[in-house]
């Protein structure tokens, strides 16, 4: 029986098996996830991103950060110091938030893997179409928390798991590369480990203060 890759749970349920795959339940952060020995290895990962076609001036991908852009920036002062986490290829979100006068590291394992920039710390951080993707979400958290200045904020875009009838046929499921599946209440089960403020906006954003 694995752990819960969120909150640690020894106790997890199974969930479904689809199509070879065994999904499995937390019953205490309400997390669904892919079973450990299935998730893709970082090859499968690197080619599934490569396929992605996200340029920074593409309107209509902006456009898909526009509301979790206008959550964060808020509640933040201009020229303030921010972490892109998990930016990807195309990091409009980053571009975004430099054009509006903030000062952007990036971070991504396979486009911009200097760690150097984990080691310092952040007002702000940004998490978009991330954190289904991790393999060690429970160790990510307590390191973006460790980047986070304290009063600072973390904004998470992540499509919410909310209807288990419908997870057989989730588009979200089918991506190879999700291997996490979040529900409010796993947001809120974060909160309360780490000390933060959560405010959940379905269906897929989250805006935190540490």
Same mark, same amino acid.
């Given at each position: 029986m694995p752990l819960c890759p969120v909150c640690r749970n020894p106790s997890c349920t199974e969930f479904m098996s689809i199509d070879g795959l065994d999904y499995w339940r937390c019953p205490r952060c309400q997390v669904r996830f892919l079973e450990p020995a299935q998730r893709p290895d970082r090859q499968r990962e690197k080619a599934e991103y490569d396929r992605h076609q996200n340029s920074t001036d593409d309107p209509n991908y902006r456009r898909?950060?526009? %509301? =979790?852009?206008? *959550? =964060?920036? &808020?509640?933040?002062?201009?020229? =303030?110091? #921010? =972490? *892109?986490? #998990?930016c990807g290829p195309g990091p409009a979100l980053a571009v975004m938030l430099e054009e509006a006068g903030y000062r952007m590291s990036l971070f991504d394992p396979f486009y911009a893997p200097?760690?150097?920039? %984990?080691e310092r710390s952040y *007002?702000?951080?940004?998490?978009?179409?991330?954190?289904?993707?991790?393999?060690?979400?429970? #160790?990510?958290? &307590?390191? %973006?928390?460790?980047c986070l200045k304290s009063g600072g904020w973390l904004a998470i875009m992540t499509r919410f798991q909310t209807d288990d009838a419908r997870f057989v046929n989730w588009h979200y499921r089918r991506d190879p590369t999700h291997v996490v599946f979040y529900r409010e209440e796993t947001f809120n089960w974060l909160g309360e480990h780490f000390g933060w403020k959560v405010e959940t906006s379905p269906p897929n954003r989250v805006l935190i203060q540490k």
């Open positions: 898909f950060f526009l %509301l =979790l852009f206008e *959550d =964060l920036t &808020k509640h933040l002062a201009t020229g =303030l110091n #921010g =972490l *892109d986490f #998990g200097d760690s150097g920039v %984990l *007002d702000f951080i940004t998490c978009t179409e991330v954190v289904e993707h991790l393999h060690d979400p429970a #160790g990510v958290f &307590k390191q %973006l928390d460790g």
